[in-house]
T-cell receptor, first 114, second 110 residues
Framework: ETGVTQTPRHLVMGMTNKKSLKCEQH?????MYWYKQSAKKPLELMFV???????ENNSVPSRFSPECPNSSHLFLHLHTLQPEDSALYLC?????????????FGQGTRLTVV | GEDVEQSLFLSVREGDSSVINCTYT??????LYWYKQEPGAGLQLLTY?????DMKQDQRLTVLLNKKDKHLSLRIADTQTGDSAIYFC??????????FGAGTRLFVKA
């Protein structure tokens, strides 16, 4: 248990559906992240929020829409996804975005797009 | 651009040492990390090394850094079946990005 909780753990959705992934941390951290983990590929950083402001957006398609309503919660809204978007989506948080701060990861949401 | 590479698979016998290797391209990297991911879990930080260090030891773990060759390794002494997992190398230079490799899956045979 790392203190970062993601729900749901598994999600199957059709290409026309709209769904949201949720991440929650009560570690008092100021930075939160979304990563995409695909098989045999490097972990891809999608979004970074620091103090509830988005500070990094790595050319992610607009069908992925993040939301950070407060420092403890981070959402990833999904709509009209493609089968190649099937992956493990990991949320992480850290005290801040400085180099030496440790990132704590959630267990991930396994997303399957059919 | 920035890139972190590591082999995808390593198999060792229980009790042997495991060595997982990683190369990176960003010469401005100041922190390099090793993360462990067990089945069904997120990534957990194992250890990290600052770029002005050559070696760091923490119990069964030894990290070696060759900054000239941009090569990082993780040695696990007396490898146990519980060490079976995916090990990710990562580097952080300037900015907010931590760049991860694809992960090395370690199989430990009893």
């Amino acid at each position: 248990e790392t203190g970062v909780t993601q729900t749901p753990r598994h999600l199957v959705m059709g290409m026309t559906n709209k769904k949201s992934l949720k991440c929650e941390q009560h570690l008092g951290h100021n930075a939160m992240y979304w990563y995409k983990q695909s098989a045999k590929k490097p972990l891809e950083l999608m979004f970074v929020y620091s103090l509830e402001e988005r500070v990094e957006n790595n050319s992610v398609p607009s069908r992925f829409s993040p939301e950070c309503p407060n420092s403890s919660h981070l959402f990833l809204h999904l709509h009209t996804l493609q089968p190649e978007d099937s992956a493990l989506y990991l949320c992480a948080s850290s005290q801040d975005t400085r180099q030496h701060t440790e990132a704590f990861f959630g267990q991930g949401t396994r997303l399957t797009v059919v | 651009g920035e890139d972190v590479e590591q082999s995808l698979f390593l198999s060792v016998r229980e009790g042997d040492s495991s060595v997982i290797n990683c190369t990176y391209t960003d010469s401005s990297s100041t922190y390099l990390y090793w993360y462990k991911q067990e089945p069904g879990a997120g990534l957990q930080l194992l250890t990290y090394i600052f770029s002005n260090m050559d070696m760091k030891q923490d119990q069964r773990l030894t990290v070696l850094l060759n900054k000239k060759d941009k090569h990082l390794s993780l040695r696990i002494a007396d490898t146990q079946t519980g060490d079976s997992a995916i090990y990710f190398c990562a580097e952080k230079g300037g900015g907010f990005k931590t760049i991860f490799g694809a992960g090395t899956r370690l199989f430990v045979k009893a």
